[in-house]
């Protein structure tokens, strides 16, 4: 049996993202630089991926600053928060952009709401209390 370990995606400004990211309580849990091919990789998460929990790879090519196509295929990172609205008002207070606000999903009743990273990565985030 496999486990799932993590997503990439790519970045323009690694360090806005790792901001952006440790305002939904993530954390740097390594790094890696390869001057060779003139990239960083960073992955960030909640805790130790051998804990079972999955992690994201933040990958910035060095010197491709003008972004990247999030494309249509894409959906959303979705991350389990103890309160919605004071997650959405702490990522608002720390300049990210709010999408969608807090409030129940379109014929149910579990809260969410969606934020983007500095890339345009969508995250929902859904209320576990």
């Known amino acids: 049996m496999g486990s799932y370990l993590h997503t990439m995606v790519r970045v323009r400004n690694l360090e806005a993202s790792i901001a952006f990211y440790g305002l939904l309580g993530m954390r740097e849990l390594r790094r890696r630089e390869v001057p060779e091919g003139r990239y960083t990789l960073v992955f960030i998460g909640y805790g130790d991926n051998a804990a079972g929990q999955a992690e994201i790879e933040l990958t910035y090519n060095w ?6 196509d999030v494309g249509t295929g894409f ?4 991350v389990g928060v103890e309160d919605v ?6 990522v608002r207070a720390g300049g990210g952009k709010v999408t969608r606000e807090a409030g129940p999903v379109k014929f149910g009743t579990t809260v969410i709401a969606f934020v983007e990273d500095p890339d345009g990565y969508k995250v929902e985030l859904i209320e576990r209390r």
């Open 63 to 68: 010197g491709k600053d003008d972004g990247y």
């Open 75 to 78: 959906g959303h990172f979705a």
């Open 85 to 90: 609205a004071a997650m959405v008002e702490r």
